[in-house]
């Protein structure tokens, strides 16, 4: 029998303990049976690469996982129940094989001459599935993430992302210059993983590396939509602290 946690006290909310910690136990079992193969394969001399692997999940499998897990733990949008949230679902979108390229469109919302083309993986789903494609060295410019939240997840090539947040209250109206703090500086390659919580870090922007690079963002909007400036950081404040100047453009 299915056993029940509430997610806050007094929310009302909750949420059945099993399927969650089946992911955690199935993705744990499936990466050790992946070591263990690789392990018995080296010890036999054998090429790695020929052992049984678990199979890559394909979109429909993913969002047959997905889909019950985000509408469990969606409710909890709190910093530590989006922090739940977002790590539940990456987990999954870990396991992703390729995924449909649907019809694409150019991004006019850009910062560089190289061009970027988005789309949609339509499902019926708590999230959205967007689709991105990056020219070579093309740069998607800072931006908040004000009402969704965000598992970006690199397909092919190499794309690098940049996290940001205000150091003090969040004011996304502010006229005068702010401090800002790089919470995070990473390149992502084929199944690399970016998380963007609407309560940290939720700044972010992208550069693609020298081929180009494809992948997902899987967005869950949990408040209110309205309209979204971008981030022009300046000058070092406390460069040890990574602490930058930053204002808002409209």
């Known amino acids: 029998m299915e056993r029940e946690r509430e997610l806050s006290r007094g929310s009302g909310l909750r949420v059945a303990r099993r399927p ?6 199935g993705l744990g079992v499936a990466a050790l049976a992946r070591a263990q193969g690789m392990n018995q394969g080296k010890s036999q001399g ?3 690469g020929m052992n049984d692997a678990p199979e ?39 396991c992703l094989g390729d995924v449909p390229v649907p019809e694409m469109r150019e991004n006019t919302n850009q910062s560089s001459p190289a061009k970027t083309f988005i789309g949609a993986n339509e499902c019926d789903a708590p999230f959205t ?20 939240n965000v598992v970006t997840l690199c397909l092919e090539g190499e794309v690098r992302i940049e996290n ?5 209250e969040r004011d996304f109206d502010a006229r005068e210059p702010f401090p800002v703090r790089r919470t995070n500086d990473q ?7 970016n998380l963007v919580s609407l309560e940290h870090g939720y ?29 022009v950081v300046g000058r070092a404040l406390e460069a040890e602290r990574r602490i930058f100047e930053g204002r808002w453009v409209r």
């Open 187 to 193: 390149v992502l390659e084929k199944g690399g993983l």
């Open 129 to 148: 599935v967007l689709h991105w494609r990056m020219e070579p060295l093309a740069r998607i410019g800072l931006h908040p993430h004000i009402y969704g």
């Open 203 to 231: 700044v972010h922007g992208f550069e693609a590396g020298p081929a180009g690079a494809r992948g997902l963002d899987i967005t869950t909007r949990i408040r209110e939509k309205r309209e979204t400036p971008s981030l």
């Open 20 to 25: 969650l910690f089946g992911l955690v136990a």
């Open 46 to 48: 054998m090429d790695p």
């Open 164 to 168: 940001y947040e205000m150091v003090r």
């Open 56 to 94: 890559p999940f394909d979109l429909d499998a993913f969002l047959a996982e997905a889909i019950p897990l985000a509408k469990d733990l969606v409710g909890d949008t709190s910093r530590a129940g989006q922090d739940r949230y977002l790590h539940a679902l990456a987990s999954l979108a870990a």
